[in-house]
Each structure stands twice: as C-alpha cells, then as structure tokens.
C-alpha cells in the first residue's frame, strides 16, 4: 500500500492561553498532490504547517508524513523529519549579508551536503527558478519576485518531498504571483508533494487544484479541483 505523504487523523491542538486552533483535523494528501489550504485569518491554517514541521505538540489525535506519526518522535529525530520539507514563507526569510548562490549553498551545507554536491546542484536550482544570472547579486538588489524565486530554490535545493508554503505570493503583485505560482507547478509535476496555505482567490480558481477550507479550527470544505472557497468577507487577497 503507498502510505500517503501526509495525514491528519482527528488532530486537536489547544494553545497554552486555552484557544482551540485545530478542533479534530482530518485529511490525507497524496504523494505528488498538489493542495491549496484556504481559510480566513486565525482559523488555524499556520498551525497546521507547525504542526508538520514539529514546532509545536498537538494536544490529541496523529500526524504522519509518509506513514511516520511524527507526534511521536523524539527530539533529536525532529532534524531528519525535517529534511523532508522545503519551506517557503511570505517574507522569504533570505541570509540578506550572503548572495543567491550562497544562500542556496547554506542551505545544503547545514544539512551535510558536500563542497562537490553543492557545486553541482546549485547552478541546477538556479537554473530551474530562473536566477542563474542572479547567482553572485545580494537579495537586497533583487525584486520580491526574484527574492522569492531564491527561497523556493532554496527550498527546492536538497530535494524534499514535500514542499509547505505559508502564502508565499502574499507580497507579490498578481503577475509575478503568477509566475511564481508556475514554479510551484513545475516542481509538483516533477514529483514534489506541494501543500499551500493562500488568500489568493484567482490563482486557486485558476489551477484548479485540490483546495481544503478551514474554518475556526475545523475543515469546512474539502474539494477536489475546485473554486476558491474562502467565505465572503474575508479581506485578506493577494
Ligand atoms: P491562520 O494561519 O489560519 O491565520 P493560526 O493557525 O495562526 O491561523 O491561528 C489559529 C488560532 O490560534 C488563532 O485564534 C490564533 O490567535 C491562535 N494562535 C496561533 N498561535 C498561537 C500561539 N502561539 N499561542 C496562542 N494562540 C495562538
């Protein structure tokens, strides 16, 4: 049986202040899936992706990435569970002192990767994200575009299986969201598993890809190719 990449099962995760962020999350994603997670502020999206990087405990039920509870690893498992993931962010969280091309070789440095590895596979990941003529610039001279285009290399650099995105075009205008929406495509046909938390409302409906709506800690809608679901009155679009 192919175990799936990730698995909620009746998750529950209370904060220290007593609020209800995750109240008996379900789901299961595919390997090689692509799934946009919507919903409006506060209604538990960002906990979900903690919770698959182990920065935070759930209160009750299980989290599995390809069969593994990770709820149960030990602390000094958490590092290998998380090689498993590239991460992108809104903010882009680049090393500002250090250039592209450095920026993607740290992060296959801090993971063990060698001096010969390194020189192989960055020129790759700027290749495939379009900065192969950014290699030597510092993130400070690129647009929020290019930037994001260094953290999904990055990101992309050590081959992860799954890629989390915590709205990564949210400061992008809408034609360079497009573009980096593109990316994210290339890199979940070429097998990546993608789960992305996003407020932008014609991206989702334009990809048509699986979209799960959370609603004050519980999935309201869960569809397969769908229409962006988020209810009216949610101000926050990309
Ligand atoms: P979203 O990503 O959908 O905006 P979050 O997962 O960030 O939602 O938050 C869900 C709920 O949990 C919100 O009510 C938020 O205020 C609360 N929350 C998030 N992080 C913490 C925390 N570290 N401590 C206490 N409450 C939190």
């Known amino acids: ?10 998750v529950h995760k209370t904060y220290s202040n007593g609020v209800d962020a995750l109240e008996g999350v379900s789901f299961s994603v595919d390997p090689g899936e692509f799934v946009f997670i919507t919903g409006a502020s506060g209604s538990g999206k960002s906990t979900m992706i903690k919770t698959l990087l182990r920065e935070i405990n759930v209160t009750s039920g299980s989290v599995s990435v390809f069969g593994e509870d990770i709820t149960q690893l030990d602390h000094h498992q958490i590092p290998f569970l998380r090689r498993q ?5 809104q903010d ?10 450095e920026n993607v070789a740290f992060a296959m440095r801090v993971v063990g990767a060698t001096p010969s590895e390194i020189r192989s596979r960055v020129p790759d990941v700027l ?6 003529s950014k290699a030597k610039v510092y993130p400070g001279q690129l647009s929020g575009g290019e930037q994001q285009r260094v953290a999904i290399a990055r990101a992309v650099a050590n081959n992860p299986k799954i890629l989390l995105a915590d709205e990564p075009t949210g400061n992008l205008d809408p034609e360079i969201a497009d573009q980096i929406m593109d990316l994210f495509m290339d890199i979940n046909e070429a097998g990546t598993t993608v ?39 949610d101000v926050h679009e990309d």
């Open 1 to 10: 049986m192919i175990q799936p990449a990730i698995s909620f099962e009746q």
């Open 85 to 89: 993931y590239g991460v992108v962010f």
């Open 92 to 101: 882009f969280k680049l090393l500002m002192d250090r250039t592209v091309y």
């Open 127 to 132: 290749f495939l994200t379009g900065l192969t």
């Open 195 to 233: 789960l992305m938390i996003t407020h932008a409302r014609d991206l989702v409906n334009k990809l048509q890809k699986r979209v799960i709506t959370m609603e004050k800690g519980k999935i309201v809608r869960d569809q397969k190719c769908a229409e962006y679901a988020v209810p009216e009155g």
